[in-house]
C-alpha cells in the first residue's frame, strides 16, 4: 500500500481534481472517529466544514453501513450528492422487504442474550451485532459467528468488533459505488473507507483511487492514510486543489 499524503501521490490528486471525479466516503472510522456506541458517533467541527466544501466542489457521496436515516442525521445539514445506508442496500430512500431481518434479529437475540457487553443494532435491512463493550472479546464474536452461522438467507462478515448480516442478493458498497459513479457520469473515483464492510468499495473496477484509513497487510486499497484524522488533511487538499483562486 502507497501512503496517499506523500509527495509523490500529489500529482495523482491533483489529476483527480481536473476530472469528474466521484468523492466517496464511509462514516464510522473514515468521516467520524470510532466510539464505543454509534449512537454518539460524530464528525469533529473541522471535518464537517470541510466536507461541505468537498460536496460543493466535486459530486460526493457517502456509503456507510448505518441506516441511511442515520446517516443524514449524522451529517448535520452538510449537503452531498447522494447518502447510501445499510452497506449499499439503501439508497435515496429505496430499500427490500425487512420481515426477514426482523426474524434474524429474533433469532440472534435468543441465543446471544447471556452476553455481557453484546448488542444488536437493527438498521431496518440489516444487523449489526455488537460486542466492542464485551470484556471476552473472541469468545463473543465466535458466540455470535456461531449464531449467524444457523440463520437461512444471511450474508455475513465482520467489522471493527462488530459482526454485520445483511440480505445476499442487496447491493454491496461497490454496487451501490459504480450505480452512482455512472449515474453521475464521473470519469473517476476516490473511495476512503477503514474496514472489512468497505472492501467491495476498494474493488471497485476501472478508474477507482481506493484509499483505506490504516494501513493493512490485505485490502483491495492500493493506498493508505495512518490515521482517521488524516481525512481532514485530505479534504484540505480536494478543496484546494479545485476552488477558484
Not at 468521516?31 to 470541510?50: E, S
Request: aromatic share 6%; proline share 3%; glycine share 8%.
Amino acid at each position: 500500500m502507497r501512503y496517499l499524503l506523500s509527495r509523490s501521490s500529489q500529482s495523482m490528486l491533483a489529476q483527480l481534481a481536473k476530472e469528474r471525479t466521484l468523492c466517496a466516503f464511509d462514516f464510522d472510522g473514515t468521516l467520524a472517529p470510532i466510539v464505543d456506541h454509534p449512537d454518539v458517533a460524530a464528525m469533529r467541527a473541522r471535518t464537517r466544514a470541510l466536507l461541505a466544501q468537498v460536496g460543493a466542489l466535486y459530486p460526493c457521496a457517502i456509503l456507510s453501513g448505518r441506516a441511511r436515516a442515520d446517516v443524514v442525521s449524522k451529517l448535520d445539514g452538510v449537503r452531498v450528492e447522494s447518502v447510501i445506508g445499510n452497506h449499499g442496500a439503501e439508497a435515496r430512500g429505496n430499500g427490500l422487504n425487512r420481515a426477514r431481518v426482523e426474524g434474524w434479529r429474533h433469532a440472534i437475540e435468543g441465543r446471544i442474550d447471556s452476553l455481557p457487553g453484546v448488542w444488536v443494532e437493527d438498521k431496518g435491512l440489516s444487523l449489526a451485532v455488537h460486542y466492542r463493550q464485551s470484556e471476552r472479546k473472541a469468545e463473543a464474536r465466535r458466540r455470535v459467528m456461531s449464531a449467524a452461522s444457523h440463520l437461512q438467507g444471511v450474508r455475513v462478515f465482520g467489522g471493527k468488533q462488530v459482526v454485520n448480516l445483511v440480505i445476499p442478493e442487496a447491493p454491496n458498497k461497490g454496487q451501490a459505488l459504480a450505480q452512482e459513479r455512472d449515474r453521475l457520469k464521473a470519469d473517476w473515483v476516490l473511495f476512503v473507507g477503514d474496514d472489512e464492510n468497505d472492501e467491495d468499495g476498494f474493488a471497485l473496477e476501472g478508474n477507482t483511487i481506493a484509499v483505506r484509513v490504516g494501513r493493512a497487510k490485505r485490502s483491495h486499497a492500493e493506498f493508505f492514510l495512518k490515521s482517521q484524522g488524516e481525512i481532514d488533511r485530505l479534504l484540505e487538499i480536494l478543496v484546494a486543489l479545485r476552488a477558484p483562486d
